[in-house]
C-alpha cells in the first residue's frame, strides 16, 4: 500500500479479483453447455455404434450370477457385468411377453399403445425403434422371438427363428445373425430375442442343477414340485447363458467390435407364482446390463429407477437421434406424440443415481391360459415402496399356474401363501428395502395411510395420462388381442 492511497489501493484489489472470476463465471454461466460437450466426447468415436439388444424370455431378474444368484451358472452374462454397467433398478411395466417386447421396441407404455393384454397389437400408426433407427441410416433385424404387432409397426428384417421352442426347432438363427452383423455399409441395429427360459424347460442339463440341492427364494414355497421346477428353469437359463456367449462372440469377432453396444435385458419374471402375470418385483423388476468398449465403465452398477419406456430413447441418443423430436405416430391423452419414456443417457456417462422418481405396473388377466376374466392390477413404486391396487379384488385371480403349476403343491404345505397368490386384498403397500419378496403387506396398518394416498394419487395421474379406464380398459382387453 506504500506509495499510493487507500481508494487506488481499494480499485486495483477489487479490479485483481474480478479478473480471477471471469473463467469462473463463464464456465457457470456455460454450465449446460459445457456438460454437453463432455457428454459428446464420452460417445465419439468411429461413426454411429452398432446396437445388438439381447432379450431373455420369462428370466426372473435375480437368476443370474451379476444379480445375486451364483448357484446358477451364468458366466457369459457375468462377463458383459463386469466389462459394462447393471441397472438395479429397471422395470418393465407389464409381466407378460408380448406387452413387455411391444413396451420396449416402442418407447409407450402398454395401455397407450394398445398392446396391453398379451398376444396383443399396438394401435395402427404407432412406430417402433425399426423406424427411428432405419430413418437415422441404421439396417434393422430380429432374430427368434417377435410376439408383436402390427407388422407395419415393426418393419424389421426377420432372421429366422420362432415364437415357441419345443426343443426340436431352432428359436434363433445366429448363423444368419452373424453374416447381418458383416453386411457392412451402415451401421446395425440386431435384436437376438431368445425363448429361453420360457416354459417349456427343455433346454439345458438339469443334472447340473440336482432339486436336493437347491436354495428356494423366499417367494416360493419349498415343496419337491417347486425344487422339482427350479431344477429345470435354472438349467434353461444356463442354456441362455450360452446363447448369449455365442452373440458375445461374435461382436467381438465382427468388424465392428470396438464400437458395438451391447444390451442385455431378462424381461419380466419366470412362470412362477408372485414372478410372472404380477405387479410384485418378481415379476416387473428385471435384470438390464448395457456394454460399450471404451466408454461406459466396466463393472459398473447404477440404482437409478428406470423403466423399459426409456430404452428406445436412450439407444436413440447414443446413435446420434435426439429423442425429444420423435413422433411415435400414436397420440396420449394430452395429444402429445413424444414417447412415454425419456433418455438415460446422464445416467451412462454423469454417474448419476437419479433419473425417476416413479416406476408403474399394468396386468391384464383376460387372454392369458386360464385367467381370471376380470382381474385387472395397476401398481406404482419408488426406492422406498410398492403399492399395488387390485381394481377388482372380490374376484379370483387365476392362471396355468393357480390350475397346473406348482401353487397347486403348495397348499397343503402353506395354505395360507398358495391362497394368498389366487386372493388378494384390494390394496398393498410393501417397503420394498426391508421387504424384497413383498412378503408384509402395511395396508391395513393406519400409520401407512399417508403414504398410500400419496401412492394412490400418483398412479391415478399415471393412468390417467395413459387414457387408462381401470375395468373398462380391462373389458376392452379381447380387441386388442391376435392382429399380425
Given at each position: ?77 457375468q462377463e458383459l457385468a463386469d466389462n459394462g454397467m447393471c441397472f438395479d433398478n429397471m422395470f418393465t411395466s407389464t409381466a407378460m411377453c408380448s406387452p413387455t417386447r411391444q413396451q420396449i421396441l ?347 394416498r400419496k401412492m394412490d394419487r400418483e398412479l391415478q395421474a399415471f393412468m390417467g395420462q395413459q387414457g ?17
Amino acid at each position: 500500500m506504500k506509495g499510493e492511497g487507500l481508494h487506488t489501493y481499494i480499485l486495483r484489489f477489487i479490479k485483481t479479483v474480478f479478473t480471477g472470476l471471469i473463467p469462473f463465471l463463464f464456465l457457470s454461466c456455460n454450465g449446460t453447455q459445457s456438460k454437453k460437450k463432455d457428454r459428446n466426447a464420452d460417445i465419439a468415436g468411429p461413426g454411429r455404434p452398432n446396437i445388438v439388444l439381447i432379450l431373455g424370455d420369462d428370466l426372473g431378474y435375480g437368476d443370474v450370477s451379476a444379480y445375486g444368484n451364483t448357484r446358477v451358472h451364468t458366466p457369459h452374462i457375468q462377463e458383459l457385468a463386469d466389462n459394462g454397467m447393471c441397472f438395479d433398478n429397471m422395470f418393465t411395466s407389464t409381466a407378460m411377453c408380448s406387452p413387455t417386447r411391444q413396451q420396449i421396441l416402442t418407447g409407450l407404455y402398454p395401455v397407450r399403445n394398445g398392446a396391453y393384454p398379451n398376444h396383443s397389437h399396438v394401435y395402427e400408426g404407432t412406430r417402433s425403434v425399426a423406424h427411428y433407427m432405419q430413418d437415422a441410416g441404421y439396417r434393422t433385424a430380429i432374430t427368434g422371438k417377435r410376439d408383436f404387432g402390427n407388422k407395419a409397426s415393426f418393419p424389421f428384417t426377420f432372421l429366422g427363428g420362432q415364437n415357441w421352442d419345443n426343443g426340436k426347432g431352432r428359436g434363433i438363427d445366429l448363423q444368419k445373425a452373424r453374416e447381418y452383423m458383416e453386411k457392412g455399409g451402415k451401421p446395425y441395429f440386431l435384436v437376438v430375442a431368445s425363448n429361453q427360459p420360457h416354459v417349456p424347460w427343455v433346454r439345458g442339463n438339469a443334472d447340473a442343477y440336482p432339486p436336493e440341492g437347491i436354495e428356494v427364494p423366499g417367494y416360493l414355497v419349498d415343496t419337491p414340485e417347486t425344487r422339482q421346477a427350479l431344477s429345470k428353469y435354472y438349467a434353461e437359463v444356463t442354456y441362455l447363458d450360452s446363447l448369449v456367449g455365442q452373440c458375445v462372440d461374435m461382436v467381438r469377432q465382427s468388424s465392428g467390435k470396438d464400437n458395438t453396444i451391447i444390451v442385455f435385458t431378462s424381461e419380466q419374471g419366470a412362470q412362477f407364482p408372485f414372478a410372472k402375470w404380477t405387479c410384485y418385483d418378481q415379476g416387473l423388476k428385471t435384470a438390464f446390463i448395457i456394454n460399450w468398449p471404451g466408454r461406459i465403465s466396466p463393472g459398473s452398477r447404477n440404482s437409478a429407477l428406470t423403466q423399459y419406456v426409456d430404452v428406445v430413447p436412450t439407444l436413440l441418443d447414443l446413435a446420434g437421434v435426439d429423442p425429444d423430436t420423435v413422433n411415435t405416430g400414436n397420440k396420449a391423452v394430452n395429444g402429445e406424440t413424444g414417447f412415454d419414456g425419456k433418455s438415460f443417457r446422464n445416467v451412462l456417462f454423469d454417474g448419476e443415481n437419479a433419473f425417476r422418481d416413479y416406476v408403474y405396473g399394468v396386468h391384464t388377466t383376460r387372454g392369458i391360459i386360464n385367467g381370471s376374466d376380470n382381474y385387472p392390477v395397476r401398481s406404482v413404486r419408488n426406492k422406498e415402496y410398492l403399492y399395488i391396487h387390485n381394481l377388482n379384488a372380490s374376484e379370483t385371480f387365476t392362471n396355468i399356474e393357480t390350475r397346473q403349476g406348482v401353487v397347486t403343491s403348495w397348499k397343503k404345505k402353506d395354505r395360507e401363501r398358495a391362497e394368498a397368490y389366487s386372493h388378494r386384498p384390494e390394496k398393498e403397500l410393501y417397503d420394498v428395502r426391508k421387504d424384497p419378496y413383498q412378503l408384509n403387506n402395511l395396508a391395513p396398518l393406519p400409520e401407512y395411510e399417508d403414504v398410500i394416498r400419496k401412492m394412490d394419487r400418483e398412479l391415478q395421474a399415471f393412468m390417467g395420462q395413459q387414457g387408462d379406464e381401470g375395468m373398462l380398459t380391462e373389458a376392452r382387453a379381447g380387441m386388442r388381442r391376435n392382429k399380425q
